[in-house]
């Protein structure tokens, strides 16, 4: 309860604090010819709608009439009475009932995909005085395709020519391409018996940072903010699977943030993965980041702001706002997951309201409903990118974890 006041305490003083900003004269001009009652009248309508819909956006209704009232609305903002009027009828129709969006139709999966191994390269002593000494790995360069996308990713695995192991796809967070500093800590899983790939996914740089010495080609495509990763995650798998030094026909998958929000939703679309663990994933529910972002509640600390085409997203017809994040949306396809799946988010207490916290929540209630296997733990005094800090104690714990469900689950070559 507490929440859904201050949400709608936010769609109103996130809308004041619009209105008073500096405006054309005209505007100026305009808002002064309607008496204070009707701004205001406006702006608490304006709230209740936005408010009216937080539970329709949980449930994945089509409220795309509402919806659509609600963003004409706002592009009133300088008629109130024409803004009053729209917000009413988006009212009335948030009034009637509506059914759920439908389900994201299953990609074809290509099994057969191929990698090609472009080189080797290995970390520079600069790279190892910051993140760590990699030995006894093997570092390749790979290029895949998928459609018509040409797109590279890297592989890690032991240094033995006959060896033959069980595959890991890596999802890295951020969409900015492999961070460097990660593969450290894939190399160490990979000592463990396991071979590894890395994709960058399209439209990213295949290295976060610099790797000097080492090539760093740009995936072709852009930023798709789940709807195609999930596909780069599929190909890396497969392809994957087809190496000479793989071992096995299905694959496990460790995603952060971003590569885990594409990870999941790769679950919804292939019984080829065999488990997953995934840290603190991105819009597991796209509904509730874009609720809040609609609400203005976003302040720049809840990571919202990482959906860099919002803007190109939002003009869209509602219909296909609505259907767009309902493909994105593992929450929603949960019951299509096969995979066993291990699940953290922080439990820093400045982080117990955010979107992904609520998203989670939501996520391990629609799994639990489908009777399907995982575990998930809120790590306490941990934020988002606590598996980034492998010294402390909360990564520390959560490895130790990592490692008995992938020996459960999905075992190394050593303990085969």
């Known amino acids: 309860m507490k929440l859904r006041i201050s949400a709608l305490l936010l769609f109103i003083l996130c809308s004041t604090a619009q209105e008073t900003e500096p405006s054309k004269e005209s505007e100026s001009a305009n808002l002064k010819s309607y008496p204070a009652g009707k701004l205001y009248e406006a702006k608490l309508l304006q709230a209740k709608l936005g408010y009216a819909m937080e539970d329709s956006f949980t449930e994945a209704l089509d409220v795309s009439d509402a919806l659509g009232f609600y963003f004409k609305g706002l592009a009133n903002g300088t008629d109130p009475v024409k803004a009053i009027a729209l917000f009413k009828q988006g009212l009335s129709a948030m009034a009637k009932d509506s059914k759920q969006l439908r389900k994201r139709t299953l990609p074809k999966i290509n099994k057969k995909q191929k990698l090609k191994i472009l080189q080797k390269f290995n970390f520079s002593k600069h790279n190892e005085t910051l993140y760590g000494k990699i030995d006894g790995i093997i570092l390749e360069i ?45 190399a160490k899983i990979a000592k463990d ?176 409903a489908a009777n399907k296997v995982f575990e998930y733990f809120v790590m306490p005094d941990a934020g988002h990118n606590f598996v980034l800090y492998p010294s402390r104690n909360p990564a520390q714990k959560a490895y130790s974890m990592q490692k008995d469900w992938l020996k459960k689950y999905h075992p190394s070559r050593k303990a085969r």
């Not at 994957?240 to 594409?262: D, E, R, W």
Request: charged fraction near 20%.
């Open 193 to 368: 018996g396991y071979l590894i790939v890395a994709p960058s996914f399209r439209g990213e740089d295949l290295f976060m940072d610099e790797i000097i010495g080492v090539p760093n080609p740009k995936s072709e495509g852009s930023i798709e903010n789940l709807l195609g990763e999930p596909l780069d995650v599929l190909a890396s798998g497969y392809g994957a699977l087809n190496l000479p030094n793989a071992q096995g026909k299905k694959f496990a998958v460790i995603g952060h943030s971003f590569g885990s929000g594409a990870g999941l939703l790769a679950l919804t679309m292939s019984k080829d993965i065999i488990c997953m663990i995934s840290y603190d994933a991105w819009m597991t529910n796209p509904f509730r980041f874009y609720w809040e972002r609609l609400a203005g509640a976003y302040e720049g600390n809840d990571k919202i702001g990482l959906w860099g085409s919002w803007e190109a997203f939002c003009e869209q017809s509602s219909k296909e706002q609505l259907e767009g994040l309902m493909d994105r949306s593992v929450v929603h396809h949960a019951e299509r997951i096969t995979a066993p799946i291990l699940m953290y988010t922080g439990g820093d207490k400045y982080y117990c309201d955010s979107a992904y916290r609520i998203s989670h929540k939501l996520f391990a209630a629609k799994l639990k």
């Open 142 to 186: 790979y290029e895949y395709k998928v459609g018509k996308l040409k797109q590279y990713g890297i592989v890690i695995r032991p240094d033995n020519k006959a060896g033959q192991y069980p595959v890991i796809v890596y999802c890295h967070g951020a969409a900015s391409g492999v961070p460097i500093y990660t593969i450290p800590s894939m």
